[in-house]
C-alpha cells in the first residue's frame, strides 16, 4: 500500500484528502506544520508528500528543499497562490507538480495516481537510452552522468528520456506537455522551462558528441553529432 504525507495546517483540508485518498486504498499520514512534516518524513518514509506551501514554524518551499537535500520522493505543492512566480519556484526547488487551491479532491487523487503510473511503470521492458557520458533508464528511474549516478527527479529524468529517446527531433513546450506531463496536466509551458533549466545544471559540458538545444521560437531538442 502506498503511504502519502499529507502536510496543510487546514484540517479541514488535510482531513478531506485523507477521506478520498483513503477511499482510493492509499495509507495516509497528516502533519500540520513544517517541521511536523520533515519528522514525519523521517520516521514514516512516505511514497509522496502533498505539501502546502502557508505552514508554520516552516513554510512548504523550505520543507521542499531540505527534502531534496535527500530524497527524490514525489512532492506535490497545495497553494492558495495562484501566481507564475510561486509555481515556478516550487518546481525550481524539485515539486513535481502543484495544485492551486481551492481544488477538487478528485482532482488531488487523480494528480497523485498519474505521477503513482509514471514513477512505477508496470512494463516489463527495460526503458533506457544511452549516449557518451550519459545513460538514461526509465525502468529504475535513474541517471548516470560521466560514470556517475546524478540524483534526478521524477519530471526531470521522464524529460531528457523522452528527448534523448528521440535525437534531433525538436518539440514545443506544448508537445512535451502532452506526452511528459500527460493530459490531466493543467500548468503552464513555463513548466518545461524549468525542468529543461534544472537539467542543463547536470548535463551542460559532459560530453560535445550530444547537447539539450533550445530551438529558439519553438521548443527543445536533444541534438546528438
Known sequence: MKKILVVDDDRNISELLRLYLEKEGFETVLAYDGMEALDCFTVENPD????DIMLPKMD????????????????IMLTAKGETFDKI???DLGADDYVVKPFDAKE?????KAIFRRTNPVEPDIKEVS?????VNLSNYDMTVDGKHVDTPPKELELIY???????????RNQLLDEVWGFDYYGDSRTVDVHVKRLREK????????????VWGVGYKFETK
Open 203 to 214: 548535463l551542460d559540458g559532459v560530453s560535445d558528441m550530444w547537447s539539450l538545444k533550445t
Open 60 to 75: 512548504g518551499w523550505q520543507v521542499c528543499r531540505q527534502i531534496r537535500k535527500s530524497s527524490n520522493v514525489p512532492i
Open 89 to 91: 519556484l516550487g518546481l
Open 48 to 51: 509522496m508528500i502533498l505539501l
Open 131 to 135: 549516449y557518451d557520458k550519459l545513460t
Open 162 to 172: 523522452h528527448l534523448a529517446s528521440n535525437p534531433n527531433k525538436v518539440f514545443t
Open 108 to 112: 488531488v487523487v487523480a494528480r497523485v
